[in-house]
């Protein structure tokens, strides 16, 4: 049972989950009149401030860099502002939530569960407003969520039901009607068409109430549904690969589908129930489609995590004493490893910060200056190995540490697999508090590579709180963003002055997220090491002095060491320095450039072998790498970007152990471009090769055989290529796919830079490829490239 829980907070997120329509209908209509959307930077003078000191901050640009996921900016559909959703252009959106775990495609409807007097029927999935839109059957409001979805270029997650039971009609009823049960604790205060009245599921002393004929308004459930379900989205929308559904969530809060969904769910969830039951699903998913990404279990907190209720005999005691999402990873793995077959690609969870009961963070306001402390105090949970919760958690089991904690999951029970929070909220999104609370949080998820975060209760555009997702995505209304490469940055007191870096791959810049947590303006050093300031840096500062813009401050000098700055008190600081250092895209004036993105470059090929006398190479020894493929393939697939959505796949098996294995494949067409190599002329370009950890096909170190290949045309009409012409990378290994091997890590991006100018100077670019090349080797490859460009 939930013990010492903040219970009132988790209850409150269950209450507004599924809200009266109506009532709801109100609450946002309210919400829109009383908020007013500003633009968002106005030009300010610059304040000096008399500052106390603050703590020392360091930034090292070329150390301990990742990749930032740009998914961890995302939303839950569930009360989702689409206005602001839009601006941001968020990269993905969760239709989740307990309603979705009765969902029934085929009559487009669902039950509210305990989020609301188990009433079911009506159209659609309710979402907390108008976004989920009506739906008339046949998944019309899910495919309704996607098409929007795929409109603004964001990626859908969707949520398949495993329940034993999905709603059977659109008619309008519940699972305990006064009429059939009496007495119970409260009822609705809504009637029925047949004039019934809702009851909430349990008797006057708070027990739950056995619902003695679940079938008299639910029908089975099966793989068999999600699977021709499945089939739907692909046929309506697409495969994932091609643009389909972005993730598929496998339910939703599993551990309490006891409380949440007792009519149909009674008793508590077995740790080998939930693994057979998300296998099952799965397997009926990526049968259909096997591009589909599968993320779960999606578990509601820390009882979940261990799975501290479980049933007699598949629980804890009964699996070696592991926790839940222990004994889950465990057995995804197993799977993996005698059929193989990936079915897990996303390890999710949900997390609501725990604290006392006089305190109250997720999904409330912001309360007063000791709660807002907490609030601030309780995003060290994420990652902090010595910081004990403020609440049972923290009494019980010390440090929750939790990202660094489902790394370690990860790495121990089945590696490869990507982690995220498909649902958290720390509160006070109408408050500055909510703001600093959030722009903190986005920092933490880049710095500790999270994979994935969609926020539950999402802020409306004109709270405090969207302005932190601003403060990353648009902080100066141009879309101009936080940068995609986290960069080394630390504070020497992360409780009064936080200092989040990353570099920009688009541009180079180094953009710093600085956010003080404190009532007082503070002054800090920053030591700046391993980057060359190109020029002055911009300012952009959101703060309590102006709670409706994002104000842009006068330019400030930056030398190549550093710089000194003041820090209002209760204030997000977005610092973007131009560097002339060429690490992240290339640097210098563009030439080509695309990112595979909506609105970027995309390839004039696919799939296409570049045949014909040298210096072109065609394809020998090489097919396709599974399913019935005859030959390698290289598109675009929206997944595994390294900055946005889109990255450019590639794949094949080489069959001959013996001799020659390679396949080249056009992509790129410049000749009607003047892309002239100048002597300083840099080609730059990010890949990832996968292993047999996160991709099934792949055999060895085949998949890091890969090389950015370009054809040139010379002035008297000759041709060469950029394999042949020994330019190496920054590493001195030479631009060829076969000099390649071995040397780039697997399942990480990888940045590879090289100067073209020293060998193929004043020769035109005529076309880009992609070459693969691995003699006297047989199995698969596969990876993918982004954000390519030719600059200088």
């Given at each position: 049972?939930?013990?010492?829980?903040?219970?009132?907070?988790?209850?409150?997120?269950?209450?507004?989950?599924?809200?009266?329509?109506?009532?709801?209908?109100?609450?946002?209509?309210?919400?829109?009149?009383?908020?007013?959307?500003?633009?968002?930077?106005?030009?300010?003078?610059?304040?000096?401030?008399?500052?106390?000191?603050?703590?020392?901050?360091?930034?090292?640009?070329?150390?301990?860099?990742?990749?930032?996921?740009?998914?961890?900016?995302?939303?839950?559909?569930?009360?989702?502002?689409?206005?602001?959703?839009?601006?941001?252009?968020?990269?993905?959106?969760?239709?989740?939530?307990?309603?979705?775990?009765?969902?029934?495609?085929?009559?487009?409807?669902?039950?509210?569960?305990?989020?609301?007097?188990?009433?079911?029927?009506?159209?659609?999935?309710?979402?907390?407003?108008?976004?989920?839109?009506?739906?008339?059957?046949?998944?019309?409001?899910?495919?309704?969520?996607?098409?929007?979805?795929?409109?603004?270029?964001?990626?859908?997650?969707?949520?398949?039901?495993?329940?034993?039971?999905?709603?059977?009609?659109?008619?309008?009823?519940?699972?305990?009607?006064?009429?059939?049960?009496?007495?119970?604790?409260?009822?609705?205060?809504?009637?029925?068409?047949?004039?019934?009245?809702?009851?909430?599921?349990?008797?006057?002393?708070?027990?739950?109430?056995?619902?003695?004929?679940?079938?008299?308004?639910?029908?089975?459930?099966?793989?068999?549904?999600?699977?021709?379900?499945?089939?739907?989205?692909?046929?309506?929308?697409?495969?994932?690969?091609?643009?389909?559904?972005g993730v598929y969530e496998m339910d939703n809060e599993p551990s309490i589908w006891y409380s949440t969904h007792q009519d149909v769910h009674p008793g508590y969830t077995g740790f080998d129930?939930?693994?057979?039951?998300?296998?099952?699903?799965?397997?009926?998913?990526?049968?259909?489609?096997?591009?589909?990404?599968?993320?779960?279990?999606?578990?509601?907190?820390?009882?979940?995590?261990?799975?501290?209720?479980?049933?007699?005999?598949?629980?804890?005691?009964?699996?070696?004493?592991?926790?839940?999402?222990?004994?889950?990873?465990?057995?995804?793995?197993?799977?993996?490893?005698?059929?193989?077959?990936?079915?897990?690609?996303?390890?999710?969870?949900?997390?609501?910060?725990?604290?006392?009961?006089?305190?109250?963070?997720?999904?409330?306001?912001?309360?007063?200056?000791?709660?807002?402390?907490?609030?601030?105090?309780?995003?060290?949970?994420?990652?902090?190995?010595?910081?004990?919760?403020?609440?049972?958690?923290?009494?019980?089991?010390?440090?929750?540490?939790?990202?660094?904690?489902?790394?370690?999951?990860?790495?121990?029970?089945?590696?490869?697999?990507?982690?995220?929070?498909?649902?958290?909220?720390?509160?006070?999104?109408?408050?500055?508090?909510?703001?600093?609370?959030?722009?903190?949080?986005?920092?933490?998820?880049?710095?500790?590579?999270?994979?994935?975060?969609?926020?539950?209760?999402?802020?409306?555009?004109?709270?405090?709180?969207?302005?932190?997702?601003?403060?990353?995505?648009?902080?100066?209304?141009?879309?101009?963003?936080?940068?995609?490469?986290?960069?080394?940055?630390?504070?020497?007191?992360?409780?009064?002055?936080?200092?989040?870096?990353?570099?920009?791959?688009?541009?180079?810049?180094?953009?710093?997220?600085?956010?003080?947590?404190?009532?007082?303006?503070?002054?800090?050093?920053?030591?700046?090491?391993?980057?060359?300031?190109?020029?002055?840096?911009?300012?952009?500062?959101?703060?309590?002095?102006?709670?409706?813009?994002?104000?842009?401050?006068?330019?400030?000098?930056?030398?190549?060491?550093?710089?000194?700055?003041?820090?209002?008190?209760?204030?997000?600081?977005?610092?973007?320095?131009?560097?002339?250092?060429?690490?992240?895209?290339?640097?210098?004036?563009?030439?080509?450039?695309?990112?595979?993105?909506?609105?970027?470059?995309?390839?004039?090929?696919?799939?296409?072998?570049?045949?014909?006398?040298?210096?072109?190479?065609?394809?020998?020894?090489?097919?396709?790498?599974?399913?019935?493929?005859?030959s390698p393939e290289l598109g675009v697939r929206n997944e595994n970007a390294h900055g946005g959505s889109a990255a450019l796949m590639y794949s094949g098996s080489s069959t001959n152990a013996?001799?020659?294995?390679?396949?080249?494949?056009?992509?790129?067409?410049?000749?009607?471009?003047?892309?002239?190599?100048?002597?300083?002329?840099?080609?730059?370009?990010?890949?990832?090769?996968?292993?047999?950890?996160?991709?099934?096909?792949?055999?060895?170190?085949?998949?890091?055989?890969?090389?950015?290949?370009?054809?040139?045309?010379?002035?008297?009409?000759?041709?060469?290529?950029?394999?042949?012409?020994?330019?190496?990378?920054?590493?001195?290994?030479?631009?060829?796919?076969?000099?390649?091997?071995?040397?780039?890590?697997?399942?990480?991006?990888?940045?590879?830079?090289?100067?073209?100018?020293?060998?193929?100077?004043?020769?035109?670019?005529?076309?880009?490829?992609?070459?693969?090349?691995?003699?006297?080797?047989?199995?698969?490859?596969?990876?993918?490239?982004?954000?390519?460009?030719?600059?200088?």
């Open positions: 049972m939930l013990l010492n829980r903040n219970d009132s907070a988790h209850q409150q997120r269950q209450d507004r989950a599924l809200m009266p329509r109506r009532l709801t209908s109100l609450i946002l209509i309210s919400v829109v009149l009383l908020t007013t959307v500003i633009a968002f930077f106005v030009p300010g003078t610059r304040t000096i401030f008399a500052a106390g000191n603050g703590p020392a901050l360091t930034v090292d640009a070329q150390s301990n860099r990742h990749t930032i996921s740009r998914d961890i900016y995302g939303m839950n559909l569930y009360a989702v502002d689409e206005n602001l959703a839009k601006e941001l252009k968020l990269s993905n959106e969760r239709m989740g939530g307990n309603n979705t775990s009765t969902y029934n495609w085929q009559i487009d409807s669902s039950n509210a569960g305990n989020d609301y007097f188990y009433e079911g029927g009506g159209d659609g999935v309710y979402m907390g407003g108008s976004n989920a839109g009506t739906g008339s059957g046949n998944g019309a409001s899910v495919d309704r969520f996607v098409n929007n979805m795929q409109a603004q270029g964001t990626k859908a997650m969707i949520t398949i039901p495993m329940l034993p039971y999905l709603t059977k009609t659109r008619d309008m009823n519940c699972s305990y009607p006064k009429s059939n049960y009496q007495p119970q604790q409260y009822y609705s205060s809504e009637t029925l068409p047949n004039g019934d009245t809702c009851g909430n599921g349990h008797d006057t002393s708070g027990n739950p109430i056995n619902d003695n004929n679940p079938t008299l308004n639910y029908t089975a459930n099966s793989p068999d549904i999600a699977k021709a379900w499945t089939q739907h989205l692909v046929q309506t929308h697409g495969t994932t690969a091609n643009g389909g559904v129930e939930l693994v057979n039951v998300t296998q099952d699903y799965a397997k009926a998913v990526k049968g259909v489609d096997s591009s589909a990404v599968i993320a779960g279990p999606g578990d509601f907190g820390w009882w979940g995590y261990i799975g501290a209720q479980a049933p007699a005999g598949d629980g804890q005691t009964d699996h070696n004493n592991l926790w839940r999402v222990q004994y889950y990873l465990q057995q995804m793995k197993a799977y993996q490893d005698r059929t193989g077959t990936r079915l897990l690609d996303y390890l999710t969870e949900h997390y609501y910060p725990n604290t006392r009961s006089q305190f109250c963070l997720s999904l409330c306001d912001a309360g007063n200056s000791a709660n807002q402390q907490e609030r601030l105090n309780s995003t060290r949970s994420l990652w902090d190995p010595t910081y004990v919760d403020n609440s049972w958690i923290g009494d019980q089991y010390g440090a929750i540490n939790l990202i660094p904690r489902m790394h370690d999951w990860v790495n121990t029970y089945y590696p490869g697999t990507k982690i995220g929070l498909t649902e958290y909220n720390f509160g006070g999104n109408e408050s500055l508090n909510g703001a600093l609370t959030e722009a903190d949080v986005l920092g933490i998820f880049g710095r500790e590579n999270l994979d994935y975060a969609t926020m539950w209760g999402p802020p409306t555009s004109g709270q405090p709180a969207a302005y932190a997702f601003r403060m990353y995505l648009n902080y100066d209304g141009n879309g101009s963003s936080y940068g995609d490469t986290w960069i080394n940055s630390s504070s020497s007191d992360q409780s009064q002055l936080a200092v989040y870096g990353a570099q920009r791959s688009s541009d180079n810049a180094l953009t710093l997220m600085v956010i003080n947590k404190t009532g007082n303006d503070l002054t800090s050093n920053l030591a700046l090491s391993n980057a060359t300031p190109s020029g002055n840096a911009q300012v952009y500062t959101y703060s309590g002095a102006n709670l409706n813009t994002i104000v842009h401050q006068p330019d400030m000098a930056v030398k190549a060491n550093g710089f000194s700055t003041t820090y209002p008190a209760n204030s997000i600081s977005m610092i973007v320095i131009p560097t002339g250092t060429s690490t992240g895209g290339g640097g210098g004036t563009s030439q080509f450039s695309t990112g595979l993105e909506n609105g970027n470059v995309q390839p004039s090929w696919t799939n296409t072998v570049d045949a014909g006398n040298w210096p072109l190479a065609g394809a020998v020894n090489v097919t396709g790498v599974c399913c019935g493929l005859s013996f001799s020659s294995n390679y396949a080249y494949l056009k992509s790129f067409d410049l000749s009607s471009q003047n892309v002239v190599v100048g002597s300083n002329t840099t080609l730059s370009y990010w890949i990832y090769p996968q292993s047999s950890a996160s991709s099934n096909l792949v055999h060895g170190n085949n998949s890091t055989c890969v090389a950015i290949d370009l054809i040139f045309q010379a002035n008297n009409g000759s041709s060469s290529n950029l394999r042949d012409s020994q330019a190496v990378d920054q590493n001195g290994n030479r631009a060829h796919p076969a000099y390649q091997c071995g040397k780039l890590t697997q399942d990480t991006w990888n940045h590879v830079t090289i100067n073209l100018g020293t060998h193929s100077n004043a020769l035109k670019v005529s076309r880009v490829d992609v070459g693969y090349d691995n003699p006297n080797s047989t199995g698969g490859y596969r990876g993918y490239i982004d954000d390519i460009s030719i600059s200088g």
